[in-house]
Structure formats: structure tokens, C-alpha cells
């Protein structure tokens, strides 16, 4: 828990159950307007918080641990009334639809109107970075984007799903214009992992979002 001086009063969460959500935590707790962060990890927690993020990590192991710490439904609950951005495998999460999911199929939270493929650039030695525009998010100034067994979205099912990113170059097999970060409403969803870099525009973004939706 990190507490800040501030007199926002917003509560951020991160879903800790897998993944890189520690650095999420780290980066929250550089905004002024959060007032405090929550590794959220029980229901009761999760209530607690204003928005919430899931973080990058294996999406197969994240469903599998949140079914077990009974944390699916309330975490679909919860996608579906408060703002919510998923990262990499928390983009997985919180889409409709999966490609290229475990055998046998594995749990989403679903909420977002979109089709994603999970590995789209392959194994890991096809993680890579660059420099992204998305304007609708942080004007001008491009984003450093680092992508690690990255999913993209291959398809927008809703008129309301914003895309507010694209590659801007051909990535293995990848052609530039694919996307890899929508806005629907309350719900934002990036495919590469801004916790990674020092850059909290993205994170300042959604806080301005969770302040925006608990007025
Ligand atoms: N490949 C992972 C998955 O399918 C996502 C990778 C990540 O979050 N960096 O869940």
C-alpha cells in the first residue's frame, strides 16, 4: 500500500495475482492524484478501489488463479461498472474473444467489444520495443512501447471501441496498422507494457480516467 500527500482522492488497484504488478504499483505511486494504490488480491479489496489495472504476465495462469481464489466473477463484476485497463495478458483478460487461447480454451473477464490473438509476434526472442504514437491519449509526443510475447487486436466488434494506437512498422509477419491499444468507455487496453518504462503518461491517463468516472 503507498500512500501519497495529495488531496486527490482517488484508489487505484492492481491485480496481483501474476504477472508484473509490482511495477505498476511503483509507477502509480508517482502521480500525485492517486491517493493511494491497492495490490487488490480478495474480493474485499477489490471493492475497495475506484479502477483498476491488470498487468502483463500469462493470462492462462492469471484465470487459472483467479478461478481458484474466487476472484472470477467479481473481477467480471467489476470490469463491467468501474474503469479498468488491462496490459498484455490484462488485455487478454478483459477482451470478448481470444485467439490462438490455451487448449481447451481458458477464462476471459471479457467487457471489451474486440478480438485479440495471444503471441502474436511469437516466443519470447520475438519481444521487442518502439516508438508508438497515440494521440488520443498523450497528444503528440510518441511512447516508448516495449512488447513481450505481445497479443495485438485483430478485430473491433463495436462502433464504441475506440482504437487510440497502432503499430507504425512491419514486425516479423506484423503489418503496420495493427492495432495495439483501444479505449471503450471505461475500458482501455494496451498490448505492450508501459509499467516498464519511466514514462507514466500512460498511467497519468488512466488515473484521469478514474477520476472522471467516480465524479
Ligand atoms: N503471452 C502472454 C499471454 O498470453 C501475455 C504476455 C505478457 O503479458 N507479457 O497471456
Excluded at 100 to 123: E, H, P, T, Y
Excluded at 140 to 150: G, Y
Excluded at 186 to 204: V, Y
Aim: aromatic content about 6%; some cysteine; glycine content about 6%.
Amino acid at each position: 500500500m503507498v500512500a501519497s500527500e495529495s488531496n486527490a482522492s482517488v484508489v487505484l488497484g492492481v491485480l496481483a495475482l501474476q504477472g508484473a504488478f509490482i511495477e505498476h504499483i511503483h509507477i502509480l505511486s508517482t502521480i500525485p492524484e492517486v491517493k493511494e494504490v491497492i495490490a487488490v488480491r480478495t474480493e474485499e479489496q477489490l471493492n475497495s478501489v475506484d479502477a483498476l489495472i491488470i498487468p502483463g504476465g500469462e493470462s492462462t495462469s492469471m484465470a487459472l488463479i483467479a478461478e481458484r481464489c474466487n476472484m472470477l466473477e467479481p473481477l467480471r463484476k467489476f470490469v463491467r461498472a468501474k474503469p479498468t485497463w488491462g496490459t498484455c495478458a490484462g488485455m487478454i483478460m478483459l477482451a470478448n474473444e481470444a485467439t490462438g487461447a490455451k487448449k481447451g480454451g481458458q477464462q476471459l473477464l471479457g467487457g471489451l467489444d474486440i478480438c485479440v490473438n495471444r503471441n502474436q509476434f511469437g516466443s519470447q526472442k520475438e519481444s521487442f520495443d518502439t516508438m508508438l504514437h497515440l494521440p488520443d491519449a498523450l497528444g503528440d509526443e510518441p511512447f516508448h512501447a516495449v512488447f513481450i510475447r505481445a497479443p495485438v487486436i485483430t478485430s473491433v466488434k463495436s462502433d464504441t471501441v475506440k482504437v487510440i494506437g497502432r503499430l507504425e512498422k512491419k514486425i516479423g509477419q506484423t503489418d503496420p496498422e495493427t492495432i495495439v491499444a483501444v479505449r471503450q468507455d471505461k475500458l482501455l487496453a494496451t498490448a505492450f507494457h508501459p509499467e516498464l518504462t519511466r514514462d507514466n503518461r500512460l498511467h497519468s491517463y488512466f488515473v484521469r480516467m478514474a477520476l472522471e468516472y467516480k465524479q
